[in-house]
C-alpha cells in the first residue's frame, strides 16, 4: 500500500456542522471520490449518503470514481436550496 | 453577470444594467423569505454558498440563457448570510426585444440556479429548532417531518 | 388595481404594492419603448387611451389572473401621452407563494392587457412619417408596408 | 321612417384623426351599431372595415347588433397596440 495522499477537503452547510470544521487538510489512503467520503462518513458520521451529494474537485464538478490525487481540494455537495 | 453578495440586494442597480435600446421588455423575478414552509412558521434563514463554485455555475447558467433564447441581457444575483422575512435573497432580470423570450429566460434562469448553485439555505423555526432545507435525514429529522421542498 | 398614468411609471411604488409575508416570489415585467418596430427607426410613441373603459377591462384582466392563478398580489400600470425610446410604457407585477404561479399569472395579464385594453399607438418614424400600430388600411400604407405586430 | 335617435359618439386613435374630432352629437336614422358604423364610415371616408373593429356602447362591449337607442354613448373601437 502507497503512502496517503494528502489533499484538502472544504465543509459546507449540513456536513460544516457535522464535521465540526469549515475545511482540513488530510491524508488518505482512499482510491477515489467515494471511498473518500465513505472514510470521512465514518469518521464524522454524517447523515446524509452519498447518492445524495455530489463532488467538486479542483472547483469542477467530477464522478465520484475520479482517483484522488495529491494536493487535490475536495468538497462533497449536499442537495442544494439556492433561490 | 452572475454576482453573490453578502448585504442586501439592490434591485434598482440590477434593474439599471438591463437597459438596451433595442429591448421592449424586461422580465424580473424576485424571490424573497416567506413567513413559512412546509407548513412551519419561519423566523428567519442563513444562506451559506460555495462561493467560487456558485458564481463560476451562476455565470454559465447566464451563458446558457443569452445562447438559448433571443435575450439581450442577463442579470442575477444572490444573496447570502442571514435574512429576514421578507428580505429579497435573490434577483434575476432579462432583457429582450420581444416578451417572450424575456419570461422563457428569466424563469430558465431562476430554475437552474435553484437546482445547480452550491448553495444552501439553513431555515430557523418559530419553534426554536432549525434545519438545512433538502438535506434532512433520519436520524436528523427524529419525530417531526419537514424535508424535501415542493417549489 | 389597475392604474392608468400621464407621467412617468414610479415601478418602485408599483413593486412596494406587491409586498406580503406570505408571498416566496415576485415576478415583474416592464414595457419598454424600443428604437425600432418592424425593420423601421422608431422616434417616439403616441399611446392613446378610451380611459373609462381600460381601466375597468384591466381590473378585469388582474381579477381574473387572481381567480386562474395561485397569487396573492397582481398590479398594473399603462402610461398613456407621448413616450420616448426607452420609456416604460407598461408595468405589471404578481407576488405569490410560489414562483411558477407568479410567473404564468404576470404572462397572462400582460398578454391580455395587449390585446384587450382599448389602448393604441401611434409611432412616430425617423423618416418622418407616423401610424396608427394595426391599423393601416391599404389608403394610409400606400407603397410602404409596415402593418401588424410581431409581440 | 321614425324620427331619428339622439346619441353620442366618441372617436379614438384613427378613427378620431380620420373624423376630425373626439365626439359629437348626433341623430341617426340607423337601426343598428353595424349600420350607425357604415352611415359614419360614408361621411368620415373611414378606411377600417368593420370586421377589423369592436364596438362599445355605454362603456360595456356590445355586438354590431345591438339596436341604436336614444342616449346612448357608443365608441368604435380600432385595432388596439397596448403594451
Known amino acids: 500500500m502507497s503512502a496517503g495522499r494528502r489533499v484538502r477537503v472544504q465543509y459546507f452547510a449540513v456536513l460544516r456542522e457535522e464535521a465540526g470544521r469549515s ?55 449536499p442537495p442544494v436550496a439556492g433561490g | ?34 413567513d413559512e414552509n412546509e407548513g412551519r412558521a419561519v423566523l428567519r434563514l442563513e444562506y451559506e454558498g460555495y462561493e467560487s463554485v456558485a458564481v463560476k455555475e451562476g455565470e454559465a447558467v447566464l451563458r446558457e440563457a443569452l445562447e438559448k433564447f433571443l435575450v439581450m441581457r442577463a442579470e442575477c444575483v444572490h444573496r447570502v448570510g442571514t435574512l429576514e422575512i421578507g428580505d429579497m435573497a435573490v434577483w434575476v432580470g432579462v432583457s429582450a426585444a420581444h416578451r417572450g423570450a424575456a419570461f422563457d429566460a428569466c424563469r430558465y434562469i431562476i430554475d437552474a440556479i435553484k437546482h445547480r448553485l452550491p448553495i444552501w439555505k439553513k431555515e430557523h423555526y418559530a419553534e426554536g429548532d432549525s434545519g438545512w432545507v433538502n438535506c434532512q435525514t433520519p436520524a436528523s429529522t427524529g419525530a417531526r417531518k419537514h424535508s424535501g421542498e415542493k417549489r
Not at chain 1, 482510491?31 to 472547483?59: H, I, P
Not at chain 2, 454576482?3 to 444594467?17: M, T
Request: with cysteine; proline share 3%.
Open chain 2, 1 to 34: 453577470m452572475f454576482r453573490l453578495s453578502h448585504g442586501p440586494i439592490d434591485a434598482g442597480a440590477c434593474r439599471a444594467r438591463l437597459n438596451d435600446p433595442r429591448a421592449g421588455g424586461c422580465v424580473v423575478f424576485e424571490g424573497v423569505v416567506r
Open chain 1, 23 to 77: 475545511e482540513e487538510a488530510l491524508s488518505t489512503s482512499a482510491n477515489t471520490m467515494g471511498e473518500l467520503y465513505e472514510e470521512l462518513r465514518g469518521r464524522y458520521g454524517f447523515g446524509l449518503t452519498r447518492e445524495r451529494l455530489k463532488v467538486v474537485v479542483n472547483e469542477e464538478f467530477d464522478e465520484w470514481s475520479r482517483p484522488v490525487r495529491e494536493g487535490d481540494t475536495i468538497v462533497f455537495i
